[in-house]
């Protein structure tokens, strides 16, 4: 059996991506969730080190075997499972490219709406950087459903490239980004999958703060809404 570890479901957008693709392809795992310190990254070192060469999440183990980083993980599993990507060779190849610009890249996204699945914002000045990463996500969703025939990014079912943008799908709900029609009903398609709904819902429960992530948000605007469960 897996054994899947992640942080605060409310937070860490990192964790998300191998634990929904997990659920949506049906393979079983134990989840490990160990939650972020508020003592910082160094705090944060010391606690996920026991399972994690890097000292982050997520990790997965497989018996002996430790694959630390998302990428690493999805890769891991599209060895031993079909669905990870797609069979058709020009999908994999799109879909695998549009992954790791997620990876990489969008830091405007990452910094200026960090995920908060639990909370409401409205947001104040957008930044040009925020603008342009808006832009691109709006252009390559578009790409991939009209070229792939969706309703998933990269054909008619969910997978790893879906998983890596699952969080961004947060964020907009989280700041009521401004997407295109076509973009904002992906985001909408990926919020209803029951995966994603036992993620928010576990998110809501969850009563700690960890206050790096919370001063984040208070940068970004105006809190309209906390949904969270208060301790």
Not at 126 to 144: F, K, N, Q, S, V
Not at 150 to 165: E, T
Request: proline content about 5%.
């Amino acid at each position: 059996m897996y054994e899947l570890y992640i942080a605060n479901k409310n937070y860490s957008s990192w964790s998300l991506r191998p634990w929904v693709l997990m659920r949506e392809l049906g393979l079983a795992f134990n989840e490990r969730l160990v939650p972020f310190s508020d003592g910082g990254i160094g705090a944060n070192w010391d606690a996920f080190r026991s399972f994690s060469p890097t000292g982050k999440v997520p990790a997965l183990k497989d018996g002996d075997t430790a694959v630390w980083d998302s990428l690493g993980i999805i890769e891991y599993l599209a060895e031993r499972h079909t669905g990870v990507w797609p069979a058709d060779s020009r999908a994999r190849t799109w879909a695998r490219c549009a992954a790791a610009e997620m990876h990489s890249g969008f830091g405007a996204l990452r910094e200026h709406c960090t995920m908060n699945c639990g909370i409401r914002v409205k947001q104040g000045q957008i930044p040009a950087a925020l603008t342009r990463d808006i832009a691109r996500l709006d252009e390559l969703w578009g790409e991939g459903l009209q070229r792939f025939g969706g309703p998933f990014l990269a054909g008619d079912s969910f997978g790893a490239v879906d998983a890596f943008f699952a969080p961004v799908a947060f964020r907009a709900q989280t700041y009521g980004l401004i997407l295109s029609p076509v973009a904002q009903a992906y985001a909408n398609r990926l919020l209803s999958l029951p995966s994603m709904q036992q993620w928010q819902a576990d998110a809501l429960l969850e009563t700690w703060r960890e206050p790096g992530h919370e001063a984040e948000v208070k940068a970004a605007g105006i809190l309209l809404e906390d949904l969270r469960s208060v301790a």
